[in-house]
């Protein structure tokens, strides 16, 4: 059973850089085929799939947030992280990692996900 667990602080200040990791147990972030993956839900939105590290450390990011997105990840430490950059109120949810066995790049079908941090952005 693959657990995932986000940690990382839960009010920001704009235009600062989020930065959040997901420690992953029961499985390793360098399985086969396996993504790696960062969804975030604003209040009272839908969930938006931010990026992704693939299981050979290739990142692939949202059109939408590629210029402000960063993923990179630990495997010693069996950690992947996300910074966001330049931050405003508009980025505030909860954040969460999941993963499942082959790459995508959606927003729902992921096998497992951490429980979700919330994070505000204000001053």
């Known amino acids: 059973q693959v657990q995932l667990q986000e940690s990382g602080p839960g009010l920001v200040k704009p235009s600062q850089t989020l930065s959040l990791t997901c420690t992953v147990s029961g499985g390793s972030l360098t399985t086969r085929y396996h993504a790696w993956s960062w969804i975030r839900q604003p209040p009272g939105k839908g969930l938006e799939w931010m990026g992704v590290i693939s299981y050979d450390g290739n990142t692939y990011y949202s059109p939408f947030l590629k210029s402000r997105t960063a993923i990179s990840r630990d495997t010693s430490k069996n950690q992947f992280s996300l910074e966001l950059s330049s931050v405003s109120p508009e980025d505030t949810a909860v954040y969460y990692c999941?993963?499942?066995?082959?790459?995508?790049?959606?927003?729902?079908?992921?096998?497992?996900w951490g429980q979700g941090t919330q994070v505000t952005v204000s001053s």
């Open positions: 999941a993963t499942r066995p082959t790459f995508y790049t959606g927003s729902y079908a992921y096998d497992y």
